[in-house]
T-cell receptor
Framework: DQQVKQNSPSLSVQEGRISILNCDYTNSMFDYFLWYKKYPAEGPTFLIS?????DKNEDGRFTVFLNKSAKHLSLHIVPSQPGDSAVYFC????????????FGSGTKLNVKP | KAGVTQTPRYLIKTRGQQVTLSCSPISGHRSVSWYQQTPGQGLQFLFEYFSETQRNKGNFPGRFSGRQFSNSRSEMNVSTLELGDSALYLC?????????????FGPGTRLTVT
């Protein structure tokens, strides 16, 4: 039972445009969310997080939006760069069990020059 | 500061065998979590260790086990390997247990079961 879902396995975007990666979750107890980026042959690296007390968190070109009522979060990358091409995973956890993360299946982003 | 290291990086085993994977966390990190990544399934949580104790466990059969040593290094063991165990096994370390702390992942061990 996938509690975190990324329904788009891949996304292709032109350099300079916005990339929007989506993630849905089913467990209403989740209150902490993260995005990871993964390059081939490397482990995922932490990108940005958001807790349920906020609905937006920005870090440079990366912004994560959280819609708690829809149990949906999204990652916006503006402007997209070819170096952003990677697989992006969203992950969620509940505050009573922070170190048990549930991951989505990933979205492969391709930013075309 | 050195990152999370995992050994071996690649492994080929046959059905029925057992395998042990090793993970060395970032210095000072006491929490180590293990994940299995298969195509289409994303990362699935196996278990988490903190101070040599298993704190969390995912929904995997008892063939999957682990342990953590006093220096925080962790090992994961899979017994009676099945073809479906072929996957990338990732470990992640973090400073705290039970806190909102980011995890740092190792490069993974690619296990192929034939």
């Amino acid at each position: 039972d996938q509690q975190v879902k990324q329904n788009s396995p891949s996304l292709s975007v032109q350099e300079g445009r916005i990339s929007i990666l989506n993630c849905d979750y089913t467990n209403s107890m989740f209150d902490y969310f993260l995005w990871y980026k993964k390059y081939p042959a490397e482990g995922p690296t932490f990108l940005i997080s958001i807790s349920s007390i906020k609905d937006k968190n920005e870090d440079g070109r990366f912004t994560v939006f959280l819609n708690k009522s829809a149990k949906h979060l999204s990652l916006h990358i503006v402007p997209s760069q070819p170096g952003d091409s990677a697989v992006y995973f969203c992950a969620a956890s509940a505050s009573y069990n922070f170190n048990k993360f549930y991951f989505g299946s990933g979205t492969k982003l391709n930013v075309k020059p | 500061k050195a990152g999370v290291t995992q050994t071996p990086r690649y492994l080929i085993k046959t059905r029925g065998q057992q395998v042990t994977l090793s993970c060395s966390p970032i210095s000072g990190h006491r929490s180590v979590s293990w994940y299995q990544q298969t195509p289409g399934q994303g990362l699935q949580f196996l278990f988490e260790y903190f101070s040599e104790t298993q704190r969390n466990k995912g929904n995997f059969p008892g063939r999957f086990s682990g342990r953590q040593f006093s220096n925080s290094r962790s090992e994961m063991n899979v017994s009676t390997l099945e073809l479906g165990d072929s996957a990338l096994y990732l470990c992640a370390s973090s400073l705290a247990a039970g806190g909102a702390d980011e995890q740092y992942f190792g490069p993974g061990t690619r296990l192929t079961v034939t």
